[in-house]
Structures are given as structure tokens and as C-alpha cells.
């Protein structure tokens, strides 16, 4: 029971964020999208690095969670393009 009482506080907080996604697998994007839709305001989605900091400067979502190996970009070094645009995502 603990854990759902985690979940539904997580919702609650969640419930007034953007976040950006960014993950290069198609079948994995799909289902964390999937599971993040229920959570947050609103959900951004890239599939490279690249894509990810244009989507980050376009939409200024709140929250961002990274894969880190992918094309393109990695995410490291999209991490450190982002916090040059906003030191404080």
C-alpha cells in the first residue's frame, strides 16, 4: 500500500510540471511516454541529444530525463548545452 501512497504524492506534486524526455529507442520512448503522460502536465519527447536541447529551448519544460548514450549528442554534453540556455534546469 505504501508504494501507491507514493505514487498518487508523486502525481500530486508532478501534476504542474513539463518535462522533456529524450531516449533514441522508439520502443522504450513509447512506453516511459506512456507512463510519464499520467504524471506530468505535459510531456516533450527527442530522440537525440540534438533534438533534445532545440525541444528544451522551444518548450522550457521544467524537468528533463536523459538517456545518455545516443546519437548525435550524447547526453552529457546536452546536459551541458542546456545549462548554458538555463544553469538552474
Known amino acids: 500500500m505504501e508504494n501507491v501512497e507514493h505514487v498518487v504524492k508523486l502525481k500530486e506534486i508532478a501534476k504542474d510540471y513539463r518535462i522533456l524526455f529524450v531516449e533514441d529507442s522508439k520502443a522504450l520512448q513509447k512506453q516511459i511516454m506512456k507512463f510519464l503522460s499520467k504524471l506530468f502536465k505535459e510531456?516533450?519527447?527527442a530522440s537525440d541529444g540534438l533534438e533534445g536541447v532545440q525541444s528544451y529551448e522551444k518548450n522550457?519544460?521544467?524537468?528533463v530525463l536523459t538517456d545518455l548514450t545516443m546519437p548525435n549528442m550524447h547526453g552529457h554534453d546536452m546536459i551541458r548545452e542546456i545549462k548554458k540556455i538555463n544553469p538552474d534546469v
Do not use: A, G, S, W
Open 60 to 63: 522550457r519544460p521544467d524537468l
Open 43 to 45: 510531456v516533450y519527447v
